[in-house]
């Protein structure tokens, strides 16, 4: 160890930081290098201090200790988002409840329901611009196809689309950097105008409960007890939140290595068969959310590292996913991978995402219907493109193409 | 033969193994896997697939052991 090296607890420090924007790319980069430090390093960079579970088999571990592993906190780069956000916050029984009322919504069977519309829709726009041999793939498709697949989900409506994604965006720039809790609270407060509307309505007028959200969330009894209507707005909130731009991220990461990767993008291309692998293989490696945040509830030394009751706990999931100690090969893209299902995208144990499913869907029916009509293309830029800190996007992905 | 069992406790309902293995799982309403806390016999011919599933999920939910 030189002399500049500090440890705490004896797990070396980092000051990485991943808050900030960065070139596309390079936040992967800076994962990789501190997995390969050590299986658990301390992060002071600017803001509250973190530990941070770097490796594939402690990551899985922690994940599977919520007991121990907390999601008071939820991203470790904002511990405090000063809002309570459900079922991310909410633990044990509770938890288990909450997520037996919502799973039944968001589980493939469900999912499967809504495949004509999301294709429907997928192709729409599509061929909105196909001809045009142009488009900027997150302005006019990553940006409109999950946000209105989401609000169909919740049976909302689609043309609300816009100026909801305008407060998410709002609220996880600043979330996803620690940034000034009044812009949360801005973003919030219409949110939560919205949903208040829409429960409004339905206490007036309830609908279906078998196809309206809402509905089914008044209507939810759990030990006789119905759910506080203060609750069902922050569900709404929280829905929303981790489903409007997780999706338009993963999208703009995959046209962008299919853009760059000529054989990548003529194997799947040619072969829709393919498309579930490439998905799960794109999703283990361009992962959207790479840490997951948790509080640490009790003293506790995890593999040597002495963590203390209040500290914030980082696990990493994005790093996770291309741990080589797991994956062979880990920074290639091999849709035939045996394990590709142990990656990590998702998060893991119970707060493991609830739209998986949707997200999943969502994806390979772009990938076919996009190859179907666009089997060719390449990136119509060589300015350099950047990704978010906190929370992978890319804002902007131009593509061109012959017709 | 083996004995395919599904830990109710760490099933999280990912989904891999009954996506991968539809000879042998299938899923519920919830999403869970429907064998979730329990276990059945599968034949030989299926073995590969349950295995299969088996390394598919990320929770470490399944397990498969030989049956007498």
Same mark, same amino acid.
């Not at chain 1, 991943?18 to 992967?28: A, F, K, V």
């Not at chain 1, 100690?325 to 609830?354: I, M, S, T, W, Y």
């Not at chain 2, 390394?55 to 397990?63: D, L, M, Q």
């Given at each position: 160890m030189s002399p500049d090296e500090s440890r705490r607890g004896g797990c070396p420090v980092v000051t990485t930081?991943?808050? %900030?924007?960065?070139?596309?790319?390079?936040?992967?980069?800076l994962l990789g290098q501190d997995r390969e430090k050590a299986p658990i390093l301390r992060n002071e960079s600017?803001?509250?201090p973190f530990w941070m579970i770097t490796r594939?088999?402690h990551?899985?571990?922690?994940?599977?200790?919520?007991?121990?592993?907390? =999601?008071?906190?939820?991203?470790?780069? =904002?511990?405090?988002?000063?809002?309570?956000?459900?079922?991310?916050?909410? $633990?044990?029984?509770?938890?288990?409840?909450?997520?037996?009322?919502?799973?039944?919504?968001?589980?493939?069977?469900?999912?499967?329901?809504?495949?004509?519309?999301?294709?429907?829709?997928?192709?729409?726009?599509?061929?909105?611009?196909?001809?045009?041999?142009?488009?900027?793939?997150?302005?006019? !498709?990553?940006?409109?196809?999950? =946000?209105?697949?989401?609000?169909? =989900?919740?049976? @909302?409506?689609?043309?609300?689309?816009?100026?909801?994604?305008?407060?998410?965006?709002?609220?996880?720039?600043?979330?996803?950097?620690?940034?000034?809790?009044?812009?949360?609270?801005?973003? %919030?407060?219409?949110?939560?105008?919205?949903?208040?509307?829409?429960?409004?309505?339905?206490?007036?007028?309830?609908?279906?409960?078998?196809?309206?959200?809402?509905?089914?969330?008044?209507?939810?009894?759990?030990?006789?007890?119905?759910?506080?209507?203060? $609750?069902?707005?922050?569900?709404?909130?929280? @829905?929303?939140?981790?489903?409007?731009?997780?999706?338009?991220?993963?999208?703009?990461?995959? !046209?962008?290595?299919?853009?760059?990767?000529?054989?990548?993008?003529?194997?799947?291309?040619?072969?829709?068969?393919?498309?579930?692998?490439?998905?799960?293989?794109?999703?283990?490696?361009?992962?959207?959310? !790479?840490?997951?945040?948790?509080?640490?509830? $009790?003293?506790?030394?995890f593999h040597g590292c002495p963590m203390?009751?209040?500290?914030?706990?980082w696990?990493g !999931?994005?790093s996770?996913?291309?741990?080589?100690?797991?994956?062979?090969?880990?920074?290639?893209?091999?849709?035939?991978?045996?394990?590709?299902?142990?990656?990590?995208?998702?998060?893991?144990?119970?707060?493991?995402?609830?739209?998986?499913?949707?997200?999943?869907?969502?994806?390979?029916?772009?990938?076919?219907?996009?190859?179907?009509?666009?089997?060719?293309?390449?990136?119509?830029?060589?300015?350099? @493109?950047?990704?978010?800190?906190? $929370?992978?996007?890319?804002?902007?992905?131009? @593509?061109?193409?012959?017709? | 033969?083996?004995?395919?069992?599904?830990?109710?406790?760490?099933?999280?309902?990912?989904?891999?193994?009954?996506?991968?293995?539809?000879?042998?799982?299938?899923?519920?309403?919830?999403?869970?896997?429907?064998?979730?806390?329990?276990?059945?016999?599968?034949?030989?011919?299926?073995?590969?697939?349950?295995?299969?599933?088996?390394?598919?999920?990320?929770?470490?939910?399944?397990?498969?052991?030989?049956?007498?």
């Open positions: 930081d991943y808050r %900030s924007d960065r070139p596309m790319s390079e936040i992967s980069a600017p803001g509250t594939h088999e990551a899985v571990e922690a994940a599977q200790m919520p007991d121990v592993f907390g =999601t008071e906190v939820i991203t470790s780069l =904002t511990p405090d988002m000063g809002i309570e956000l459900r079922p991310h916050n909410v $633990q044990g029984e509770e938890h288990l409840q909450l997520r037996k009322v919502l799973n039944r919504w968001f589980a493939p069977a469900a999912i499967r329901k809504l495949e004509p519309l999301v294709r429907r829709r997928c192709v729409e726009l599509i061929e909105g611009f196909a001809g045009r041999g142009e488009c900027d793939l997150v302005a006019d !498709f990553a940006f409109l196809y999950p =946000t209105e697949m989401f609000l169909a =989900t919740l049976n @909302l409506p689609m043309e609300d689309g816009l100026e909801m994604i305008h407060w998410v965006d709002v609220f996880i720039n600043a979330a996803a950097k620690d940034g000034a809790k009044t812009e949360i609270a801005r973003a %919030s407060e219409w949110i939560y105008g919205y949903f208040n509307a829409a429960i409004d309505d339905r206490i007036a007028h309830p609908r279906d409960a078998e196809s309206d959200f809402i509905t089914r969330l008044l209507s939810a009894r759990t030990d006789g007890e119905a759910m506080p209507r203060q $609750q069902v707005r922050t569900v709404c909130l929280s @829905l929303m939140l981790a489903g409007l731009e997780t999706t338009r991220a993963a999208l703009g990461y995959i !046209f962008h290595h299919l853009a760059t990767h000529p054989d990548d993008r003529r194997r799947i291309a040619g072969n829709p068969a393919l498309t579930p692998k490439a998905v799960e293989e794109f999703l283990r490696l361009y992962p959207i959310v !790479f840490q997951g945040g948790r509080l640490v509830k $009790q003293d506790v030394d203390k009751k209040g500290d914030v706990l696990i !999931f994005g996770s996913n291309t741990d080589p100690r797991k994956f062979d090969d880990p920074d290639e893209f091999r849709p035939d991978r045996g394990n590709v299902g142990n990656h990590l995208a998702f998060g893991l144990g119970p707060h493991r995402c609830l739209g998986m499913h949707l997200a999943r869907h969502e994806l390979v029916i772009a990938v076919d219907e996009w190859h179907a009509r666009i089997p060719d293309y390449e990136l119509a830029t060589d300015a350099p @493109l950047v990704e978010r800190g906190g $929370q992978l996007l890319l804002e902007s992905l131009p @593509l061109r193409w012959e017709n | 033969m083996h004995r395919i069992a599904v830990d109710g406790g760490r099933c999280m309902g990912h989904g891999m193994c009954y996506s991968l293995a539809p000879h042998v799982l299938e899923d519920d309403d919830e999403g869970y896997v429907s064998l979730r806390d329990d276990s059945k016999v599968i034949p030989d011919d299926v073995l590969a697939e349950a295995e299969d599933a088996r390394e598919s999920c990320p929770e470490g939910a399944i397990t498969i052991t030989a049956e007498p």
